[in-house]
């Protein structure tokens, strides 16, 4: 343990003798070496220093040697073209001292050998759905055993994708805070929660790599605890894990302890989860499986959340944490992100903190020798400036990303009744432009498919009607076709780059942290509605509707959307907005409701946003007959609520009296004469759409690198 590692580094350093130190402790190591022997396929080579001056000497080696490498192969290369160019020739002479020179280079052992880096191996780790911003809670908690206090009154948030190293002396109750948090254990008082969404943990007990079955081989392990997964995936893994070739299939008896440390992470980290709990995940592990081990942690908690119980831990690997909390005498002392741990002992404690020296440490062994009440003290002393701050993550954006999210923050609120400044939205307009100019291709594949989406809703919008609106403005295909434009060119131009820089903001903001697709499409078809309305000279209310694809199902979308004339025929309204999500076959009738009831609603204006860019292809399964009669049948179960015949709600279209009407004006059955014409062309429409859906895997990876910013 930590007290007794210190007692042996302060005994051994007292002797005055050779000794010959085997320790996976880096920070042993660098107080009490002044040697490092270091033994690499097969071949020793010594280092003067400790294992820190080791590891920098190593590395300026590699370099040194792998220039030198480089350019001899490039000398030989040359005496190698030489040799075959002259051969035979007048120059055979010159040739045959190339070749001379060549073999006695070999033979005298002057050829530089290509040092060994070892190769970076990927593995993609097994996908759980996102779990909530709040991972876990604790407010005013307090726990012991007996007479002994381990936490009073501490409070604490850890929050999605978080990595979180607990240390502290031992016997403080940090295998006991990991118990807690799994509910294997209730506090005394106070409240520690999970969160309430998608909070899957799972637990590293320290005695893991004993409770590996002996007679099983390393990869056959994984391959009980993974059986879905390719075995070539699970290669990979262990290769990370420095496990090669033959190594694999070694029993787990014949393991040191570090092996089977190892083999009882990467079991693991197979495991489906969303918050990993690790008590001493480094334990018996030398420094460089230690750090892949953390760096694999980081991996896994881009989508997840770490809580990892580090007793002793090295400074290399502390820093592969975003936050650490130290925990002492009944206090969470330090509650703050690593990098400002240095400095708010710094200025807690009045000395510098030396750069050899792990801060961790030096705030454990301070804090081991006071009393409670000065450990109270401590914790109001350190700086709350250190203190990790509970917010959730943000996506990094730069240049114009960056200056567009400025510009235009959201509100915070489902929707705000305040309209943005033309200014800003010429502002907005002007970047989204130069945004869209660095991928002009991308950009058209999307304004054109917004196109043609729209001329498909447009040419049903004048089958399904027969109101004024429609006869009047429609009727034509110039008509049809300024309609469309007028859509398509807000919808296209103004909003599809907000698909990119607002959804995860939006997302965030509405939904507490995780990936909901409602509340996503609500805000951005709140943002178009704004970008619509300040170029509109009237005044205007908003309807703010989004459909869903496979969770409601269709049944409960129909709901919704009775729920909404009934509400709308009470209020005027200009803008209506209706956002198209649509992932799956099911919501086929979903979409034909929205296509059809629409020309019903009583708006001037209508926006048809569609921030999924896969569902074109569905067109042409949407314009199969059965879903018309399954529309119809849900409709007519609303025939007792009239809502198509109640006067004191008069509706846009006057001859609209019942359901069927809808479906009698696009029945298949029904079409006739000229209408055909209509018919094919949304079948046209349809298969460019599905066209360009096939081109979307080029799309799909312009908007990762977008995200990412690169």
Request: glycine share 6%; proline share 6%.
């Amino acid at each position: 343990d930590l007290d007794s590692v210190e007692w042996l580094e302060n005994y051994l350093k007292e002797q005055d003798v050779p000794m010959v130190i085997v320790s996976h402790d880096r920070a042993f190591l660098d107080q009490l070496c002044t040697k490092i022997v270091e033994t690499e396929r097969g071949v020793a080579r010594t280092w003067k220093g400790n294992y820190s001056d080791y590891l920098n000497q190593k590395n300026s080696w590699i370099t040194a040697q792998m220039a030198a490498y480089q350019r001899q192969q490039k000398e030989l290369a040359n005496m190698t073209d030489m040799i075959n160019r002259l051969s035979g020739g007048g120059q055979a002479g010159r040739a045959e001292a190339a070749k001379k020179a060549m073999e006695k280079m070999k033979s005298e052992g002057e050829l530089i050998e290509k040092p060994f880096v070892p190769k970076k191996r990927m593995y993609r780790f097994p996908q759980s759905q996102k779990s909530g911003r709040i991972v876990a809670r604790v407010e005013n908690m307090s726990h012991g055993y007996g007479n002994k206090v381990l936490f009073q009154d501490a409070n604490l948030l850890v929050e999605a994708g978080e990595r979180i190293a607990i240390v502290g002396p031992n016997g403080c109750g940090k295998s006991t805070f990991l118990r807690l948090l799994l509910n294997n254990e209730k506090p005394e008082s106070g409240v520690l929660e999970l969160g309430q969404h998608n909070i899957i943990p799972i637990y590293f007990e320290q005695n893991q790599a004993e409770a590996l079955d002996p007679e099983e081989t390393v990869l056959g392990t994984l391959e009980k605890a993974a059986p879905m997964k390719p075995p070539n995936e699970l290669k990979a893994l262990l290769g990370r894990f420095q496990f090669q070739g033959d190594q694999m299939h070694k029993r787990v008896a014949f393991l040191s302890g570090g092996e089977k440390a190892r083999v009882a992470l990467a079991k693991f980290m197979v495991t489906p989860a969303t918050l990993l709990v690790l008590d001493e995940p480094t334990k018996g592990l030398d420094c460089k499986p230690g750090m892949m081990v953390v760096q694999l942690l980081r991996k896994l908690a881009e989508e997840r959340t770490v809580v990892a119980l580090l007793v002793r831990p090295q400074y290399p690997v502390l820093k592969g944490f975003d936050r650490a909390m130290l925990v002492g005498k009944g206090q969470i002392v330090y509650n703050g992100a690593v990098d400002a741990l240095a400095p708010a002992i710094e200025m807690a404690l009045g000395r510098p903190v030396k750069p050899t020296i792990n801060p961790a440490d030096m705030l454990v062994d301070h804090v081991t020798s006071l009393d409670a009440a000065e450990v109270r003290a401590l914790r109001r002393a350190l700086p709350a400036v250190a203190v990790a701050p509970v917010a959730e993550p943000v996506p990094r954006y730069t240049g114009e990303e960056e200056e567009l999210l400025t510009l235009h923050p959201p509100s915070g609120k489902p929707f705000s009744n305040t309209l943005p400044h033309l200014t800003r939205v010429w502002l907005c307009f002007t970047r989204t432009l130069r945004l869209f100019g660095r991928t002009p291709w991308f950009t058209a594949l999307r304004v054109l498919q917004a196109f043609f989406i729209q001329v498909v809703i447009g040419i049903t919008f004048l089958d399904a009607t027969d109101n004024e609106l429609s006869t009047s403005e429609v009727e034509t295909w110039q008509g049809l076709l300024t309609f469309v434009f007028q859509i398509t060119g807000f919808t296209s131009v103004m909003v599809l780059p907000y698909v990119q820089f607002y959804r995860k903001q939006y997302l965030r903001e509405m939904s507490a942290g995780y990936y909901n697709s409602m509340e996503l499409v609500s805000g951005l078809i709140i943002l178009e509605s704004f970008l619509w309305s300040s170029f509109e000279s009237i005044g205007y209310s908003i309807i703010i509707y989004h459909m869903a694809g496979h969770r409601d199902g269709a049944t409960y979308q129909v709901f919704n959307w009775f729920n909404l004339f009934i509400w709308m025929s009470t209020c005027k309204v200009s803008t209506v907005c209706v956002g198209l999500l649509f992932p799956d076959l099911p919501s086929a009738t979903a979409f034909f409701l929205n296509v059809m009831l629409m020309p019903m609603l009583p708006a001037n204006g209508i926006i048809i946003f569609t921030p999924q860019i896969y569902w074109p292809q569905r067109i042409l399964v949407y314009l199969n007959p059965l879903h018309y009669s399954i529309a119809a049948e849900m409709l007519n179960q609303f025939d007792e609520s009239h809502l198509f015949q109640d006067d004191a709600r008069p509706w846009r279209n006057p001859n609209v009296t019942q359901g069927d009407w809808v479906m009698d004006q696009l029945d298949f059955d029904t079409l006739t004469g000229d209408k055909w014409q209509n018919v094919y062309i949304v079948l046209a429409m349809g298969v460019i759409a599905y066209v360009l859906f096939m081109l979307m895997p080029c799309i799909r990876t312009l908007e990762r690198r977008m995200d990412t910013g690169s």
